[in-house]
């Protein structure tokens, strides 16, 4: 398989998706601006499948075949940008969600262009961007244990990569891929991490978004 960067990638989320992927038969590369950060996370991360995961700088992690934005949503932009050359003519996945905590909840915020994908997709103009990983319990991804059994909803304007990713989710174990459609949908599918966060946060739970009523092989 294509080898993965994750920018970010030593935070929770990043990790999550990491093991799963590596557990898939990808070889991972972890990206941080800290690579001493990077390499240690990276060797705390011992994936069962066939697949590696190592730590670089986001500078090293950008040359991958595809890579995922998992920095927070207020550096992702600035993340981006400084590797516009290296992210140029690539499938980039964001998971990044623009929320604020107030209280014991979690609201949106709604960047300028309406969602952090579409934000990323102006920085990258040469790229070709798809939205996943939205709604994921990081520690539930985490866990190799975990009897997750969660839906990863997808959406691009870029038909052949969202079904590019979407072929990538369907082989991480407990995710199915579930294409909504265009990156009109963005800000709606981002904003509804904040509920799902909320209702975490309130249950003291990790659930997650299943979908019921699809058929059972999309």
């Known amino acids: 398989m294509t080898t993965i960067g994750i920018l970010g990638g030593t935070g929770p989320a990043g990790r999550g998706v990491a093991i799963r992927l590596a557990n898939a038969g990808c070889d991972v ?41 998992a920095t927070p949503w207020d550096s992702a932009v600035a993340t981006v940008r400084s590797l516009k050359s290296q992210l ?7 998971m990044v969600n623009a929320l604020a905590r107030e209280g014991r909840e979690l609201v949106p915020l709604y960047p300028a262009r309406g969602s952090m994908a579409a934000q990323i997709a102006f920085a ?8 996943a990983f939205h709604h994921l319990p990081a520690a539930t991804m985490e866990d190799q244990d975990s009897d997750l059994d969660a839906d990863v909803v997808i959406f691009s304007d870029h038909e052949e990569d969202r079904q590019h990713v979407a072929e990538l989710v369907n082989c991480m174990e407990g995710l ?43």
């Open 29 to 69: 590369v972890l990206g941080s601006r800290d690579s001493s950060r990077a390499h240690e996370v990276a060797g705390s991360l011992l994936p069962r499948g066939r697949g590696t995961v190592s730590g670089a700088t986001n500078e090293v992690a950008a040359l991958s075949g595809i890579v995922i934005v």
């Open 176 to 218: 199915r891929a579930v294409i909504a459609g265009s990156m009109s949908l963005a800000s709606s599918i981002e904003a509804f991490t904040a509920v799902c966060i909320s209702i975490n946060i309130r249950y003291k739970s990790h659930s997650y978004v299943k979908l019921c009523g699809l058929a059972a092989n999309l």
């Open 88 to 94: 140029a003519g690539k499938t980039i996945v964001s």
């Open 124 to 131: 990258l103009p040469e790229s070709r961007i798809v939205g």
